[in-house]
DNA sequence: GCATTGACGAAGG
DNA sequence: CCCTTCGCCAATG
């Protein structure tokens, strides 16, 4: 795909903070959005993951849910068993395509690197 | 160029 | 308390 220079910026920035997440733990769409100043356009960093797809380095996609802690996005990995599988692989326990213990799991820019 | 969609989120009924 | 609607902004049809 082709962006624009803004755009490129917005994704590039929204996988830079996705590769911050500690192993073991998860952050929201919303909580990367707000980080980023752009607040309630939670829905472009959704984009922005899907746009994630075989980007150097790995971007950990798996880490970021939404805000209920849903993995709404397993559905675009290869396999939507793999979101899963990853999350599981990190001691994170997941239990009807939810993160347990969510709140205690998410890790927010927010707070985690400074605003 | 307008209409619809989307890995979200908050508010309203 | 569950379901619907609206706002957000970019990409796609």
Known sequence: MQYTPKTTD???NVF???RLVP???VT???AIAKYLGTGGSARMVGWAM???HGVKPKVP???VVN???MLSGKAHFETPHQMEALLLKEKIKVKNEVVVDFEKLFWDPNVEIGI
């Open 61 to 63: 996609a798996h880490r």
């Open 23 to 25: 192993k073991g733990r």
């Open 28 to 30: 929201t769409y919303g």
């Open 10 to 12: 917005f994704f590039q």
């Open 16 to 18: 830079a903070i996705v």
């Open 50 to 52: 899907n746009a994630s």
């Open 67 to 69: 805000r209920n802690g």
